[in-house]
């Protein structure tokens, strides 16, 4: 009986021997498989980001080098499918010039883009990667808007939800007075339109010959705003005041990033 245990001790070990094996080349073939994964999401985002770089450049705008996220895990099943679920592009201390010379500056444009196309053959021979859709968001800070409308004594300011502009009135060569007005926010033709109305004269009793002065200087107070060419044809969709600055969505649909530069 002590011979027969005694030969069955090495089965055994062999057995779990072997399983140990199998397991750490499962756990080695799982953790190469990830690495991959990862340094092949890590190069597409480099060779994105310099693409953006490029198509910012060819709009005549300025940015930090784009940091580009690809979402979605894992990358390559992505790759093979060639269906990403979103991009996202980010391009900080972005700057663009209007068609009149004003800059027009954000801290960070932030765009997205979702349900990519992009089949590993047109990644291979540069034919069309496809975006459903694309939005951009930036913030433009009040004091870089009202001097980049040309008016130094304009003040904007977001308050109860609404922007605000403010200024001095000069009724008479010792008497000024500061008057506020809500603006009315629109965009027609490529162009921010910005009109006020609802002015408030704090402590001024206004005569007719005072609220003469005090229309046309509202009328002098409006400004209009041309909006920069952008990447990826973005278009302006949405205008909000925000505490921090103007809050500006931008949006697209069936972008060909290919032939936008990405």
Known sequence: MAEVYGSDRPRRRRG?????VVLTLLVFLLVGVVVLDRFSNSYAENVLAEKVATEVANQKAESSRPIVTIAGVPFLTQVLAGKYEEIRIELPDFKAQTGTGETVRMDLLDIRARNVTAPLSALRGGGDVVAGSVTGTGTINYQLLAEATGQKD???AEKDGKLVGS?????TQTQEIPLTAAAELKVTDGKVQVRFSDVNTPGLTVNPLIQGQ?????????????VPKLPLNLVIQELQPLPEGLRVTFGASDVNLAAAGV
């Not at 200024?167 to 009724?171: E, Y």
């Not at 005090?214 to 041309?226: G, P, R, S, T, Y």
């Open 154 to 156: 304009l003040k904007l």
């Open 167 to 171: 200024g001095v009135l000069a009724v």
């Open 214 to 226: 005090v229309d046309a200087f509202i009328e002098q107070m409006a400004f209009e705003l041309d």
């Open 16 to 20: 779990r021997t072997l399983r140990v």
